[in-house]
């Protein structure tokens, strides 16, 4: 996620991704003692 551009394993920051992290993101909120 943080790499420079010219690194070879360089990519934008992609679908799975933000799917992952906003999945995170509701599991903490339906879940705030975890």
């Not at 679908?15 to 995170?24: A, E, K, P, S, V």
């Not at 339906?30 to 003692?33: A, E, I, R, S």
């Given at each position: 996620m943080m790499r420079s551009p010219d690194h070879k394993n360089y990519r934008e920051c992609g679908?799975?991704?933000?799917?992952?992290?906003?999945?995170?993101l509701t599991q903490r909120v339906?879940?705030?003692?975890a």
């Open positions: 679908d799975q991704f933000l799917r992952n992290f906003l999945r995170g339906h879940n705030p003692k």
